[in-house]
Nanobody, 122 residues
Framework: QVQLVESGGGLVQAGGSLRLSCAAS????????MGWFRQAPGKEREFVGY????????YYADPVKGRFTISRDNAKNTVYLQMNSLKPEDTAVYYC???????????????WGQGTQVTVSS
């Protein structure tokens, strides 16, 4: 059974940093793209970025480019989202997802975590 479990969310002041983790289990993810998405209240789910598990290639949405970094630890089967220079508009529930296609579309991902709340105060 595939499981993606996010952790690391919380409350942070604007300009601060947080690191989210996504622990993956239940299958081999070497062929997968691991995506990060976020959803603010009343808004649609928004693509943040992804990493190709094999090789580590990354791609980011423009709003987070230069501030967020996605990485992975093969030994721990964990993907990370390092968020720096956080802004109030980054406030959202953050989700990790796994899919076989490199995509910014949520419907292209097969597996999802439960999400973790990130709140950035001004």
């Amino acid at each position: 059974q595939v499981q993606l479990v996010e952790s690391g969310g919380g409350l942070v002041q604007a300009g601060g940093s947080l690191r989210l983790s996504c622990a993956a289990s239940g299958r081999t993810f070497s062929r997968y793209f691991m995506g990060w998405f976020r959803q603010a209240p009343g808004k649609e789910r928004e693509f943040v970025g992804y990493i190709r598990w094999s090789g580590g290639y990354t791609y980011y949405a423009d709003p987070v480019k230069g501030r967020f970094t996605i990485s992975r630890d093969n030994a721990k089967n964990t993907v990370y989202l390092q968020m720096n220079s956080l802004k109030p508009e980054d406030t959202a529930v953050y989700y990790c997802a796994a899919g076989l296609i490199s995509s910014s579309r949520a419907d292209q991902y097969d597996y999802w975590g439960q999400g973790t709340q990130v709140t950035v105060s001004s």
